[in-house]
């Protein structure tokens, strides 16, 4: 395995990354796109595991405002994973001079990796693995999980824990994504409108016990997708299958390249 451990400069922003290539690789990188509060580092080791799984080159950067990358600004735009999708996601393609993409995202990054599908079909992407996606806001637990995670922030060692990935600018890339999913303007927040110009294959995992989003999140997502999608659901799995199943996870990944003719031979 080769490793680049670098920065990407995308609109005077610092954007790190971490690229995985095996020796034998294919022209198909897979780009990981993280959570909320997530970044490079908090993928941990999946990646590589996928990378050695596929042979396929593992891509994984940290947005603006999260682990070592440059801090964003706040207030956060409520069309931030619009912006992500739509404007940073390409350049970032360019910049790593990928021609061919499966995105591989999570939470967050799995609903900018529907809005950059969505939005004129590049001819680049060739696959979405969509972890946990949600397509619009459900106020009665997405809201009120993230209000318990405010005072979680507050009350427990949460902030000492996320100071690992983001240090000094813990607080910053915090109260950046919880100040922008509970202001009041962002209930209607929706992106189902991208889903009928989605025309590649589609990979849907997701947790049972998921506390940010229920499986009428992933439910949407197939109904209006128009060829569908292959569905992978975690019996007693929480918000994270990467970390939560690692195995299950990687497994499903793998059948559904397989499956899709994604996988093929060297």
């Known amino acids: 395995m080769r490793e680049i451990r670098d920065f990407f400069e995308i609109d005077g922003d610092k954007l790190e990354y ?21 970044c490079v580092a908090m993928w941990k080791d999946f990646p590589r595991r996928v990378a050695e799984a596929t042979g396929y080159p593992t891509l994984a950067y940290s947005r603006a405002g999260y682990g070592g990358s440059t801090p964003c600004q706040r207030p956060r735009p409520i069309t931030f994973m619009h912006d992500e999708g739509l404007k940073v996601l390409p350049k970032v393609f360019a910049a790593a001079g990928i021609s061919q993409a499966i995105l591989v995202g999570h939470s967050d990054g799995a609903s900018i990796a529907l809005i950059n599908a969505g939005s004129d079909n590049d001819h680049r992407l060739r696959g979405l693995v969509l972890m946990a996606p949600h397509v619009f806001v459900e106020e009665e637990l997405t809201v009120n999980s993230i209000r ?13 824990r996320l100071a690992r990935y983001h240090g000094d600018n813990v607080d910053h890339t915090f109260l950046s994504w919880v100040d922008t999913w509970l202001d009041e303007s962002f209930l209607a927040w929706n992106i189902e409108g991208f889903l009928p110009s989605i025309s590649v ?9 998921d506390n940010y989003g229920t499986l009428r999140q992933v439910e949407i997502i197939n109904k209006h997708l128009p060829g569908g999608a292959d569905m992978f659901i975690l019996p007693g799995c929480g918000h994270a299958p990467f970390r939560e199943y690692p195995s299950e996870t990687l497994n499903a990944i793998t059948d559904f390249l397989e499956k899709h003719q994604l996988l093929q031979p060297e």
């Open 201 to 209: 294959p589609t990979l849907l995992i997701q947790g049972d016990e």
């Open 148 to 160: 318990k995670a405010k005072s979680a922030y507050r009350a427990t060692d949460l902030r000492q």
């Open 18 to 38: 971490h690229l995985i290539t095996p020796r034998k690789s294919r022209d198909t990188t897979l780009v990981f796109l993280h959570e909320g509060l997530g």
